[in-house]
């Protein structure tokens, strides 16, 4: 590569892919939920990218490609064990979080993720999950990808992603419950009146 | 009564099943302008949607705020450079 070519690919990667190196860091830590495994991780995604920066298309989403990369490169480097487990519809799981909803309020754990600290076992109930349910959980509310940004990167339909991410939080959420039940933690909010109150439902 | 909502610029009522079905689309802002102002209107006033709302979105925040950040990002940062650097990588 001539100089000039080479002085203006280094420009270029600088500006646009090490420009992501923060959220890059955060996506990788997600991943691996270990800080010497993400900055291998952090690592090798740059360097994959550096080696093959001229089949990114300049104008198109860097931050998306160097998010392939680095999740194609944990799956393909660490080995993880990958349970892969496929979601139900994201409607019924979208009906399925109101009946958890409404049995974690008669449990008296309706204010259960506003007023307790659930900080690790959120990351233990994360780290439980089947990977590609995890990953749907890691770019969408950990990454703030939207669902078509985390549809790209994982390679499968908008439609996946939301039946897996809605599977996922109902998992995560039922950790949770358990979580509070064995702890102990006792709720300060009062239990819903069963009767209801005068406001409008439909 | 789209008439209605047409002539005073109201987002149309939707049932609280359509809410439950929507929902996690709603707190993810994946929802059209028109559709999210119905959802909210909806949400704001039925007795049984906006706990349910209020407990999902509850739960995002706390997902949310378990994020973890690297504790010595500028360390990783130089090792990083390094290591491009050894691939011939001259920051510019």
């Keep these: 590569m001539s100089d000039p070519a080479k ?6 990667f600088g ?6 190196f923060p959220e890059l860091t955060r996506f990788a830590l997600s991943l691996t939920r270990n800080e010497a495994d993400a900055d291998d991780l952090v690592q090798e995604t740059f360097l994959r990218a550096y080696a093959s920066w001229d089949s990114f298309t300049p104008g198109t989403e860097c931050r998306g490609w160097l998010f392939v990369i680095c999740r194609n490169t944990f799956r ?23 009946a958890l909803h409404a049995s974690a309020l008669q449990a008296g754990y309706g204010t259960l993720f506003s007023e307790f600290d659930l900080s690790d076992a959120i990351g233990r109930a994360l780290e439980a999950l089947p990977e590609n349910f995890r990953e749907a959980v890691t770019l969408v509310d950990l990454n703030d990808q939207s669902y078509e940004d985390a549809a790209r990167i994982l390679d499968v339909p908008v439609g996946t992603v939301r039946s897996r991410l809605f599977r996922a939080r109902r998992l995560m959420q039922e950790a949770l419950i358990d979580h509070a039940r064995d702890a102990g933690l006792v709720s300060t909010a009062p239990r819903p009146n069963p009767k209801g109150g005068k ?4 | 009564m789209r008439i209605f909502n047409r002539l005073f610029r109201r987002a149309p009522m939707i049932d609280c099943d359509t809410v439950m079905r929507q929902l996690w689309d709603y707190l993810d802002g994946e929802l059209t302008p028109e559709r999210s102002e119905a959802i909210r209107r909806h949400v704001e006033m039925c007795s ?41 990588f001259a920051p510019q």
């Design chain 1, 15 to 20: 500006a646009e892919a090490l420009r992501w």
């Design chain 1, 199 to 202: 406001e409008m439902t439909s």
């Design chain 1, 76 to 98: 393909r480097t660490l080995l993880r064990e990958s349970r892969q487990v496929e979601a139900d519809d994201a409607e019924l799981e979208a009906l399925a979080a109101a």
């Design chain 2, 48 to 88: 049984r949607c906006r706990p349910h709302s209020e407990f999902e979105r509850a739960f995002l925040v706390a997902v949310k705020r378990s994020r973890r950040e690297h504790s010595q990002p500028e360390r990783l940062r130089g090792v990083l450079v390094e290591a491009l650097a050894e691939q011939g």
């Design chain 1, 7 to 12: 002085r203006e690919k280094d420009r270029a």
